[in-house]
């Protein structure tokens, strides 16, 4: 079992930007890729980035050039570095964790981008 602890989202200006946190504890070991999704009111839970235990990492179009997703392997926490927030950004930010025989979610934080 693994267990996941996103830290708490917030409100932020366009343009802003916030960090987000997801500690993993339990059998961490056995993880394999880490990532973050998210979910709008109304539409499919959807893809943020994902970051390897080699380090390799991926991210949504939408995203791409403004977020970073990125590990620190002595704290078993993943994190979300998100610049020049938009509208379009505002959902519910879940930390996800797999292994090989497994997915794992956090609690959800939300995120909201608006003046």
């Known amino acids: 079992q693994v267990q996941l602890v996103e830290s708490r989202g917030g409100l932020v200006q366009p343009g802003g930007s916030l960090r987000l946190s997801c500690a993993a504890s339990g059998s961490i070991s056995s993880i394999f890729r880490m990532g973050w999704y998210r979910q709008a009111p109304g539409k499919q839970r959807e893809l943020v980035a994902t970051?390897?235990?080699?380090?390799?990492?991926m991210y949504a179009t939408s995203v791409k050039g403004r977020f970073t997703i990125s590990r620190d392997n002595a704290k078993n926490t993943v994190y979300l570095q998100m610049n020049s927030l938009k509208p379009e950004d505002t959902a519910v930010y879940y930390c996800?964790?797999?292994?090989?025989?497994?997915?794992?979610w956090g609690q959800g934080t939300q995120v909201t981008v608006s003046s």
């Open positions: 970051i390897s235990n080699g380090g390799s990492t």
């Open positions: 996800n964790a797999l292994t090989p025989s497994s997915g794992y």
